[in-house]
């Protein structure tokens, strides 16, 4: 009967918005911060360090990779396996885009606490690190992203070979790195100020906000993470559950995913139909795909 067969796809719907769902998890830097960086080829882009993928590729496997989203994402040819594997392992264009305008913007992260949401490599987060903010927490979908990319990509900019992170000035005078693995010297007080978490959002939000002292933050950093329209309620919920009152969402984004369908102006109006947010285009790049950065605030807020 219709009203069975209804029954029906509503469950098989259920089942697969389960299925999706990832628990939250807490990962822990290793005191001896050599085996962060053990068997990773290091290089640069913008003056950051960063782990070579070809060759977490290569070297990746069993419970370094318990997900298995390294050979998924080979075998399969695709950086997107939804529910599975959330693209993680590609620095996307458009967190480019957001570094460069923090620079324009002269973004303030001095003392500030910040999120770096769908972190992937966790560039956007290494820049707040090396502009003095106070505490920067990393969260990507994938533990796997988390333990072989982002985590390596912290501590090798952390370490800076042997001293303490500087700021974003100095990093430009710094000696890049040899494409080699590199050996750790002690752990910076900057890594006391990271945390990293994996899972889904909404698993992550209920994680922190369970967690003592529960802190919203100052600044959320975002990018390449609404490409996916059935993903747009738990992100919009995570945002109004962690961000402070007077704080600021940074998001960068397409402005349009063949082939996903989502897209910046499409999350635009989801946003303004829930009625919470206020939200501002405060850059467009028209390089190849159209891009842009949106600001996004609570209405009434400072």
């Known amino acids: 009967s219709p009203k069975l067969a209804a ?14 769902v990832k ?11 050599n085996k962060v960086l053990e068997n990773k080829v290091l290089e640069t882009v913008l003056g950051l360090s960063y782990v070579k993928l070809s060759v977490v590729e290569m ?3 069993g419970d370094a990779d318990s997900e298995g989203i390294v050979s998924k994402s080979i075998s399969s040819h695709s950086d997107l396996i939804p529910g599975v594997y959330e693209g993680g392992l590609k620095i996307w264009e458009c967190t480019f885009d957001l570094m460069d305008y923090f ?35 990393f969260q990507d979908y994938n533990s796997t992203v ?24 100095d990093r430009k005078a710094s000696k ?26 909404s698993q992550v939000s209920q994680l922190l906000l369970n967690s003592k002292p529960c802190s919203k933050y100052d600044i959320i950093l975002t990018s390449e993470t609404i490409y996916n329209p059935d993903y747009y309620s738990a992100l919009h919920d995570t945002l109004a559950q962690l961000l402070d009152r007077d704080g600021r969402v940074y998001l960068a984004s397409k402005v349009h995913y063949f082939g996903v369908g989502g897209g910046i102006y499409l999350f635009e109006k989801f ?31 400072c």
Do not use: Y
Not at 26 to 32: C, G, L
Not at 146 to 169: F, L, Q
Not at 282 to 301: P, Y
């Open 271 to 301: 946003i303004e139909d829930k009625n919470v947010f206020r939200t501002s285009m405060v850059k467009t790049i028209d390089q190849g795909l159209q891009r842009c950065i949106m600001e996004i605030a609570f209405k009434n807020s």
């Open 176 to 201: 890049p790195p040899s494409k080699r693995p590199r050996k750790a010297e002690g752990s910076p007080d900057v890594l006391n100020r990271c945390r990293f978490f994996s899972g889904e959002w």
């Open 146 to 169: 988390i333990d072989e990319i982002t985590m390596p990509n912290v501590v090798a900019n952390c370490i800076c070979e042997g001293r303490r992170m500087g700021s974003g000035k």
């Open 59 to 61: 070297t990746c496997s």
């Open 23 to 33: 628990a939250a998890k807490e990962h822990s830097i290793p005191q001896d911060l």
């Open 103 to 137: 620079s324009e913007a002269e973004i303030e992260f001095t003392n500030k606490t910040v999120l770096d949401l769908g972190c992937g490599a966790g560039l956007l987060g290494i820049v707040a690190l090396q502009g003095e903010a106070a505490r920067v927490h």
């Open 7 to 20: 029954a029906k796809n509503q469950d098989e719907a259920a089942l697969k918005k389960n299925l999706c």
